[in-house]
């Protein structure tokens, strides 16, 4: 069979969980990563059953996830997060949660060529409120290291312990291409970088690796994410 890492899953409101469904009923073992602050509470719903109804499955079975990683796509190593991070509450048990150690626990836990598909279904701008007008540079370099760069580390990384054939895939918006007021932060210059960054690691993964690289503008959607922002 075959397995997909969705990462970008902290609870049943987004896309990645449906994303991650639709690969379970299509037969595949599904993992999926998961950003440390949210991981507690992700957990804990998954163990009080309150997500039971969205995790059915159209046999009657529960949706289940081969491993629930942790991962903070704004690092690539764990010496890159600073020592206040590494020690806050919800980071200093959860091991490395870096890219990096994505990659070195999927290689330890399945191997090399374990995977066949990788969804990046995370974003993050923390002035996404804030009009490009009044977007700070730390607030727009934020913007696209969590939302177009982390896609550029997770193909250089995840990429050797894929399948040829395998496919990489992520979630785009279009204020990439129109003028979308409300989509601030320096959000919409991220996805325009993730959409040209994905035409680049097509060809490049492509020749290097056998992999498949696209990216999906989805619709709005009511998530936590853009439930914030009035999307
Ligand atoms: P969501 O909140 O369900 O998913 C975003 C996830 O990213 C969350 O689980 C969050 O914990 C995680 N995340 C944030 N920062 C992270 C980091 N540094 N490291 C790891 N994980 C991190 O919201 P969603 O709307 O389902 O978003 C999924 C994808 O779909 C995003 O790329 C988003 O831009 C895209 N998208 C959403 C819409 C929409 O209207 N909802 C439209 C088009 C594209």
């Known amino acids: 069979g075959k397995r997909a890492l969705v990462a970008g899953v902290a609870d049943d409101g987004g896309f990645g969980f449906a994303v991650a469904k639709a690969f379970a009923e299509a037969g595949a073992s599904v993992c999926v990563a998961t950003w440390p602050p949210a991981l507690n509470i992700f957990l804990n719903l998954l163990e009080r059953g309150k997500m039971d109804e969205s995790r059915k499955l159209r046999d009657g079975s529960l949706l289940t996830f ?3 990683y942790p991962l903070d ?5 764990l010496e890159d997060a600073p020592d206040d991070v590494r020690s806050s509450k919800r980071y200093k048990d959860v091991g490395d949660f870096s890219i990096g150690g994505l990659a070195q626990r999927i290689a330890a836990d399945f191997g090399d060529q374990s995977l066949d598909i990788v969804f990046h279904s995370l974003a993050n ?3 996404v409120k804030k ?3 009044e977007v700070s540079r730390a607030g727009y370099l ?13 193909v250089q990384r995840l990429a050797p312990l894929m399948r040829p054939g395998g496919s990489v895939c992520s979630l785009t918006y279009m204020a990439s291409e129109r003028a979308i007021p409300g989509y601030g932060g320096g959000m919409s210059s991220a996805k325009a970088a993730l959409e040209s960054d994905t035409r680049v ?5 492509g020749r290097k690796y056998g992999l498949r690289v696209n990216t999906i503008s989805a619709g709005p959607f009511a998530s936590r994410a853009a439930s914030a922002i009035g999307i």
């Open 66 to 68: 081969e491993r629930i």
């Open 73 to 77: 796509a704004i690092y690539d190593s």
């Open 125 to 127: 701008g923390p002035e």
């Open 131 to 133: 009009p490009l007008l």
């Open 142 to 154: 934020a913007a696209s290291s969590a939302s177009a760069y982390s896609l550029v580390s997770m």
């Open 201 to 205: 690691l097509s060809f490049e993964a």
